[in-house]
């Protein structure tokens, strides 16, 4: 068994390289905050995230992907290892990481490569061929029309066949997480550039010869707010395939027929399933700890969780929890404090939410506690090397808030009493640390102390 490229242009190999280029980047950022050990030495200290560096590495290794691609799917394989061994250390390749970065990039290149067969058929009578079932296929404007599963799974039952063929077109760089939402979703995801009608016209240069290969389909959803797609329609209809037009307004789902002609309008309200607040708690841990995954800080703005939410269901958490309970999106939170712990770092900011992790057995005695101080369960600081991470991730949300280069040791003294119920000082006895918290901070390599007129300031120590 063999593999040929999907698309067979030059703009299709690119977007691929691009999207394998940008996982490999990712993944070296994640790699740089949890244990840079593992990166060789040189690239260790680099700033990643620098716009000019992140954009020459892609540049690079997308140069070096096309090369792979160019001469076989085996050599893009061994191009890319080649990559990885470049930048992480041997023992990488021994983590949990790596395969799933493996599995990623499999599932990118499976977009852009369809398995044919290596060798020759005899040729066999029609009735001797095996019947293949027929199928349906789903482009998507996904910059435009955003289908949740509930809305998807209408599609599907207003059609004779199934949909396991399912492609949508954005520039996905503009698109925050929505790319992880459709493609957990099983959506091949293709990259279009920057610019008006750049989906729909990819979409129109993919989908006019979809069906060379994938011979068995019957039907294609195109879904697009661009009525301007005539040329893909007419092409897919001059070979046989059944054509449903949606489109979205308002509160409607709108799906034309191209056989009969018949156009039908359908409530988004009356085919949305909307989720149990159970259901809606297990997904929320979900999209938090994704988030925490991804960008390496546990605490979460509620407007992100919300967009994250509503990218993902099709529906906006208000909703959810005014047609569930009648009551506020925050009160979700506040109401399951065994679930998630929230925080307002400054007095008009944003609410932050971060999951709930139970104190290991032993370290409060549960007894001790009053049944109204049971949700109210600190973390207890066992070290000094604990302290100071402790501090610095309060210090960097603060910084990260107030947009600030440097905070007030006492402000930073103040959100870790709140987090932690305990005063600095109270812990360095416990701990046994026979200095002040100012000593404290200078002693630790994280930090940079600023003496000022209004007193200390602190600020992350630069790598």
């Known amino acids: 068994m063999g593999f040929e490229v999907f698309v067979d242009d030059t703009t299709a190999i690119q977007q691929m390289s691009h999207q394998i280029s940008l996982l490999i980047h990712k993944a070296i950022v994640f790699v740089q905050q949890q244990q840079m050990n593992f990166l060789v030495e040189k690239y260790r200290s680099l700033d990643w995230n620098q716009p000019q560096r992140q954009s020459d590495f892609i540049q690079a290794v997308s140069t070096q992907i096309v090369k792979g691609v160019e001469r076989s799917p085996d050599s893009l394989t061994q191009q890319i290892e080649k990559i990885l061994r470049a930048v992480f250390v041997p023992e990488f390749f021994k983590l949990n990481i790596y395969r799933s970065l493996l599995e990623k990039i499999e599932r990118i290149k499976a977009a852009f490569f369809i398995p044919v067969d290596g060798e020759p058929q005899e040729d066999r009578s029609q009735d001797d061929k095996p019947q293949e079932k027929a199928i349906a296929i789903l482009l998507l404007d996904a910059e435009n029309i955003k289908l949740s599963v509930e809305e998807e799974r209408f599609l599907q039952h207003s059609c004779d066949y199934s949909i396991p063929i399912k492609i949508a077109f954005a520039n996905w760089r503009t698109m925050g997480r929505y790319d992880a939402a459709f493609h957990a979703r099983g959506y091949q995801l293709i990259h279009v550039p920057l610019g008006k009608n750049s989906a729909d016209m990819k979409m129109t240069a993919i989908g006019s010869s979809i069906f060379v290969h994938y011979p068995h389909a019957k039907a294609v959803f195109i879904c697009s707010s661009d009525q301007d797609l005539s040329h893909l329609k007419n092409a897919l209809q001059a070979h046989g395939l059944t054509v449903f037009s949606v489109r979205k307004r308002a509160q409607m789902l709108i799906v034309r027929n191209s056989v009969t002609g018949k156009t039908e309008t359908y409530s988004l309200e009356a085919i949305r399933e909307v989720p149990t607040i159970a259901r809606t708690l297990i997904w929320l841990k979900e999209i938090i700890q994704a988030e925490h995954e991804a960008t390496g800080t546990p605490w979460v703005k509620l407007s992100r969780i ?81 302290l100071e991470e402790a501090l610095l991730s309060i210090l960097e949300d603060l910084i990260a808030q107030s947009k600030k280069e440097a905070i007030s040791i006492s402000e930073v003294h103040t959100y870790f009493q709140i987090d932690y119920g305990q005063t600095i000082k109270q812990v360095l006895q416990t701990l046994n640390i026979k200095q002040r918290y100012i000593t404290f901070l200078a002693a630790c390599n994280a930090f940079n102390l600023t003496k000022t007129e209004k007193g200390w300031l602190i600020s992350p120590a630069k790598i």
């Open 306 to 386: 919300s967009s994250l939410f509503a990218a993902a269901h099709g529906m906006t958490l208000s909703d959810v929890t005014r047609i569930q309970s009648g009551k506020r999106v925050k009160d979700i939170f506040l109401e399951n404090p065994q679930l998630f712990r929230v925080h307002q770092f400054f007095e008009r900011g944003e609410l932050h939410i971060c999951l709930f992790i139970p104190p290991q057995p032993g370290t409060i005695p549960v007894a001790s506690l009053q049944p109204e101080e049971e949700a109210k369960v600190y973390e207890i600081i066992t070290s000094a090397e604990h």
